[in-house]
Each structure stands twice: as structure tokens, then as C-alpha cells.
């Protein structure tokens, strides 16, 4: 089997037990409230990071940082290793790019070693499903020019639908208007988002009621599914800090496809600073986006 590190970067949500299973080398994404700023060793646990939010506190998300990008790829690649990298969507961030451009210095000094930076094009467990199939390619003795090849046709499938329960954080976004915030929460609207082929946000419609919209986020998901579901992968479920919501998704992506390998998981900080508390998302292989 050829010599390759599969890594991935922090706002992939990956579960600590597949970090830990896998011993995986994560690059950090950064997120701050003022000048205190998180993501690497000093973080700050979800439940405690959201309910700020709800305090009204206004945190803020950054790029990854080239010089730590450097620190966890270079002992790779002096033990003999080379990388696949999994990187958050080039289209909503810097920090693919960061990593490329890393990636080609350390390459220029290791001449013999090869690092891979697949733009995953999306965000959160979609990076983790990429990953899972990553590691499942691997074991079947791929090798990294070919499950890089592979993964760039896959990532086409894996598809993120999403609510939001507080419009406000899509307005600071720039995602809505204000008059439209103020009137999808006195309506209690809530709306649909979706990453897209590009990687980009999408907005796609609203309906009236949290519980409503959760049912139709399931209903999206089974009627983009496919005829041919790759169910060697779990459907990810990530929230922003409403446990009790997500496992009502969970109930309905069960009873609308059949499907009960799920994955459930808190939406990451970094991510989390521009969705906001009672982020509720679905992310599975589908029908190409």
C-alpha cells in the first residue's frame, strides 16, 4: 500500500472518535469573540460558544494559519509520509488556498514527498464523509493520485440542506435584508440554504415553524437521495447546539428513507459564528449537485 496521511481541517466537524480511530492530523480553523480569539489549543466547547451567541455576543472566524499548517504537515512528511489533504470549500474561505500554497513550499523542500489538496467544495460532515470514504479507498489500496481522482468526482454527490432558527446571523451574513429578517421573524419563517455545485450558499425558499422545517429538510434529502445511495457512508446530521432538534431529524430521515447509519455531531465554532444557534443541517451522498 502506498505511504499517505489522509488529514483534514477542523470545520469538517469530524467526531473525536473517528480522529482518534484514525489518528488524524487536523488543521485549525480560528474563530474569536473580540480579540479573544479560539480554534487550536484553546477552544471553546459548543454549548458554552452558542449560548454566548444567544447572549448576544457577536464572535467573528478567520482563516487557517500557513504557519501551523506547516507545523502538522512537515513531521508527515519527514516520517516517510505523503498527504491527502481535505479542505473546507475554496468558495466560502481562504483557507484552501493556504494550504495550497503551503503545501507547494513544503513540496519544494521535500522533493521526494507529495501533498494533495482536494477542494472538498463544501463544509462540515460533508468534509467527514469525504474523509470516511478517503480512509475506505485507502484500505482497498488506492493510491493517492487515484483516490484523489476518485473523491473529486464523489464530492459532486455529497449534498448539504440546511436550516436556521434566528434569522438575524443570515442578515449579518449578508445573506437577507434586514426588512426581511424582521419580517421572516415575526411570520416565524424559517428558510432552506444549500451548498452548491460551486461550493457557494444558496438560499431555496422558507416555510412557517421549526418543527415544519425540519420535516421538510428530511423531505429534501429523500427526494435528492438518488436511486443509488452510497450507504457505505453515514448521513450526517450537525446542529448548532438543539440536540433534541437534531434527533427529531434523525426520526424523520429514518422513517423517509430507510437509512439509520447517521452521524450526529455539533456544528463547529468557526462555522457556527455565521449560522448561528439552532443551525440545523443534513448532509449525505445524493443526487449530483
Do not use: W
Not at 472538498?120 to 474523509?131: D, P, Q
Not at 473529486?152 to 438575524?168: A, M
Not at 457556527?272 to 440545523?280: Q, S, Y
Request: with cysteine; hydrophobic share 35%; proline share 4%.
Amino acid at each position: 500500500m502506498e505511504n499517505y496521511r489522509i488529514t483534514i481541517d477542523s470545520n469538517s466537524d469530524l467526531p473525536s472518535f473517528l480522529r482518534e480511530k484514525y489518528q488524524t492530523v487536523i488543521i485549525p480553523q480560528y474563530y474569536a469573540f473580540g480579540d479573544e480569539v479560539y480554534g487550536d489549543e484553546k477552544n471553546m466547547a459548543p454549548a458554552e460558544f452558542y449560548q454566548k451567541m444567544r447572549e448576544g455576543a457577536l464572535p467573528s472566524s478567520m482563516a487557517n494559519n500557513p504557519v501551523i499548517i506547516r507545523e502538522r504537515f512537515e513531521p508527515i512528511l519527514k516520517d516517510g509520509y505523503d498527504i491527502l489533504h481535505i479542505a473546507f470549500s475554496s468558495a466560502l474561505s481562504g483557507s484552501y488556498n493556504n494550504v495550497c500554497v503551503t503545501a507547494q513550499e513544503l513540496m519544494e523542500e521535500y522533493p521526494d514527498r507529495k501533498i494533495v489538496v482536494l477542494d472538498s467544495l463544501n463544509v462540515s460532515l460533508a468534509e467527514t464523509i469525504l474523509f470516511l470514504k478517503a480512509h475506505q479507498l485507502q484500505e482497498e489500496g488506492r493510491s493517492l493520485s487515484e483516490n484523489a481522482a476518485f473523491l473529486d468526482e464523489y464530492k459532486k454527490h455529497i449534498n448539504v440542506q440546511f436550516t436556521v432558527d434566528d434569522l438575524f446571523h443570515l442578515k449579518r451574513g449578508g445573506r437577507i435584508s434586514g426588512a426581511v429578517a424582521a419580517v421572516g421573524t415575526a411570520l416565524n419563517l424559517k428558510p432552506f440554504l444549500s451548498i452548491t455545485a460551486e461550493g457557494t450558499l444558496s438560499s431555496n425558499g422558507t416555510v412557517r415553524g421549526r418543527k415544519k422545517s425540519i420535516r421538510v429538510l428530511a423531505e429534501r434529502m429523500r427526494d435528492t437521495l438518488g436511486d443509488q445511495p452510497d450507504l457505505s457512508v453515514p448521513v450526517g446530521i450537525v446542529h448548532g447546539n438543539c440536540p433534541e432538534d437534531a434527533s427529531l431529524a434523525a426520526s424523520c430521515v429514518k422513517e423517509l428513507t430507510g437509512i439509520d447509519n447517521i452521524l450526529i455531531n455539533d456544528v463547529s465554532p468557526s462555522i457556527g459564528t455565521h449560522a448561528g444557534p439552532g443551525a440545523l443541517g443534513i448532509l449525505y451522498y445524493g443526487k449530483e449537485r
